[in-house]
């Protein structure tokens, strides 16, 4: 034991830390980087402040996604939004925003812990999401920037398709193991890649 | 699977993303001290419960979260329209049972 306590590193340990995910040619499943994330609430002139603050534009269409490099900004409701940034600290996009928004009312939250992301990849992703989520994921209802929140089975998730055969899932951490085995076991049974026109 | 437009989403969504929130157009009486407890229970515990088109609450929790409110047919369970909180109920009443909504 030292004899003068150090300080600890706070490195939080994933729901996910350690569990062995499926990384085949069809379908792979891995955790996405650490990020910050922060929900937004507010009206519309606050997300037009917000956009300049954050350094990705919030978007007033439902399902759009305004994304800039590492961050982005995804549209929940009409006053609600989420601020991934990859890799930052929360206080990091904190402090400007509400720097920004000051004398006007609304709310940010941190919830970088509350929920991690699942990247889902392949040409089997969309197969394997749609055994448990009810949207139509075809590229034409749901097309590239598109993000919603939405469920998968049993659990609440953020579903944001990033590429034609890549999605990222925003599931809460208690969840997390649950949403990996649904996919994994569904992606398992569907062994046939492709599928959507 | 039954599909409701959410007008905050602007789109049909699946029905299990959507909970039923009561009957709609229910207000509170602004001054509830000054009601007997017949008009109190009245507010608090008495719904219409019709046989055909009802407003009712619903909200969008597993989407935007929302709520807004709907004419829908409690005999064929058929949506006649959906319209934002806040706004007063259109008049469908005329929309006949079996119509196309």
């Keep these: 034991m030292p004899s003068v306590m ?14 062995a995910l499926p990384r085949g040619e069809d379908f792979r499943l891995a955790v996405s980087p650490a990020a910050g994330r922060i929900l937004l609430r507010g009206d519309a002139a606050v997300a037009a402040r917000a956009s300049a603050a954050f350094g990705a534009p919030l978007p007033t269409r439902s399902g759009a996604v305004g994304a800039r490099s590492d961050r982005a900004a995804l549209w929940l409701g009409p006053d609600e939004w989420l601020l991934i940034a990859e890799g930052e600290a929360p206080a990091e996009i904190i402090a400007p925003l509400s720097a920004a928004l000051a004398d006007r009312a609304h709310s940010l939250v941190d919830v970088s812990q509350r929920q991690i992301g699942l990247d889902v990849v392949g040409p089997n992703a969309a197969r394997a999401l749609t ?67 | 699977m039954l599909l409701i437009d959410c007008p905050y989403c602007g789109a049909a969504r699946p029905e299990i993303e959507f909970r039923h929130g009561g009957e709609a157009h229910v207000a509170r009486p602004r001054d509830p001290s000054a009601l007997d407890d017949a008009a109190w229970a009245e507010f608090l515990y008495f719904r219409a419960n019709p046989k055909g088109l009802a407003a009712e609450r619903w909200r969008h929790v597993a989407g935007c979260g929302r709520f807004f409110n709907a004419i829908r047919d ?5 949506f006649v329209c959906t319209y934002p909180a806040g706004e007063p109920r259109p008049d469908v009443e005329s929309a006949s049972v079996g119509a196309s909504a």
């Design chain 1, 131 to 197: 055994a448990g989520c009810p949207l139509d994921l075809s590229l034409a209802a749901f097309p590239v920037g598109t993000a919603t929140r939405t469920l998968l089975a049993k659990s609440e998730i953020v579903l944001w398709r990033r590429a034609p055969e890549h999605f990222r899932v925003e599931v809460w951490r208690s969840f997390a193991d649950y949403v990996a085995s649904y996919l994994s076991e569904a992606a398992r049974r569907a062994p046939r890649a492709g599928g959507f026109a």
């Design chain 1, 6 to 19: 150090t300080k600890p590193v706070a490195r939080p340990r994933g729901p996910l830390d350690g569990r």
């Design chain 2, 74 to 78: 409690t005999v064929s369970d058929r």
